[in-house]
Every structure is written in C-alpha cells, then in structure tokens.
Nanobody, 115 residues
C-alpha cells in the first residue's frame, strides 16, 4: 500500500490550495479515504472523510464550508480542495486509509498559511 500526497505549499490567508493523494496497492474504490492534519505541538486530527462511492462526506467543524474532499476512483486519487485558508490551517496534511485490521498513512505534505 502506498499513499503519496502532493499539492502543499505556502499560501496567503484567504487563499486556496488543492491537495492530492495518489493511492496504490489496494482496491481504492472499495474503501473510505480520509485527510488528517497535524500542527506543531498539537495532536493529529481528522479533517475530512469520503466514503468509497464518493456520495458521503464528513468534515471537522473547523473546516466545514471551506474544504471539500472528493475522489476519482478511476485515477485512484483523493483530493482536498481548501479555500479561504486561515493561519490556523497551517499543518502537515496526511492521507489515510483503514484496510481491515491495518491502517496506512502517507508521508504528509506541508501547508503553511501566512502573509
């Protein structure tokens, strides 16, 4: 199983970024996918989850209305569109999947929101 994130970077407050997570090594279309984030000195927290079909999504209260999770099962890729970014969104963002009794994380991509 491999999860590879991309799309992070430095953005000004109010700006946008789109993160991508390319997955391989498992039946991507059969599993829910999630994005987590971890800010310096804080615990890792769930940001958004999308079910296997893509029709059901869940968001942390802190990102509702600003972030959108989506997936392309033909490309084995999950996305996180982040709009109206705030300094408190600064964190390393991780892609995550739970397969039966195992869980897998990507290497993370840094998102920094600063003027």
């Amino acid at each position: 199983v491999q999860l590879v994130e991309s799309g992070g970077g430095l953005v000004q407050p109010g700006g946008s970024l789109r993160l991508s997570c390319a997955a391989s090594g498992f039946d991507f279309s059969a599993y829910a996918m999630s994005w987590y984030r971890q800010a310096p000195g804080k615990e890792r927290e769930s940001v958004a989850t999308i079910r296997s079909s893509g029709t059901t999504t869940d968001y942390a209260d802190s990102v509702k209305g600003r972030f959108t999770i989506s997936r392309d099962n033909a490309k084995n890729t999950v996305y996180l569109q982040m709009n109206y970014l705030r300094p408190e969104d600064t964190a390393v963002y991780y892609c995550y999947v739970h397969l039966w009794s195992d869980e897998y994380w990507g290497q993370g991509t840094q998102v920094t929101v600063s003027s």
